[in-house]
C-alpha cells in the first residue's frame, strides 16, 4: 500500500465542519462541490470513507482527498508579553 505525503492544515479553532475545511483550504471550488465529494465517498476521515458533511474535525484528524493526506493542527494564537 503506497504512503500518501502528509501536508499539516492549521485551524484556529475547533471543531470544524468537514465540508468547511475542504472549501477554506482550497481543495475543492466551492461549498457544493465539498458536499458533493464527501456525499459521492471520496474524504476519508482517520482511514474511514466520511459522508457526513458536517463531520465535526479536531486537531489529530488525518483527511484523505484526491490522493493528497492532511493532518489537522490546532494553532494556538500567540498572545503579546504585556507588563
Not at 13 to 24: C, D, R, S, T
Request: no cysteine.
Amino acid at each position: 500500500m503506497e504512503t500518501l505525503p502528509m501536508k499539516n492544515i492549521e485551524i484556529y479553532a475547533e471543531p470544524i465542519a468537514l465540508y468547511q475545511l475542504l472549501k477554506f483550504e482550497a481543495l475543492v471550488s466551492s461549498g457544493g462541490e465539498a458536499k458533493v465529494a464527501i456525499d459521492d465517498g471520496r474524504v476519508l476521515v482517520n482511514g474511514d470513507v466520511e459522508t457526513r458533511r458536517r463531520k465535526k474535525i479536531i486537531s489529530g484528524d488525518i483527511i484523505e482527498f484526491e490522493n493528497q493526506q492532511f493532518k489537522i493542527v490546532l494553532k494556538q494564537e500567540i498572545k503579546p508579553f504585556i507588563s
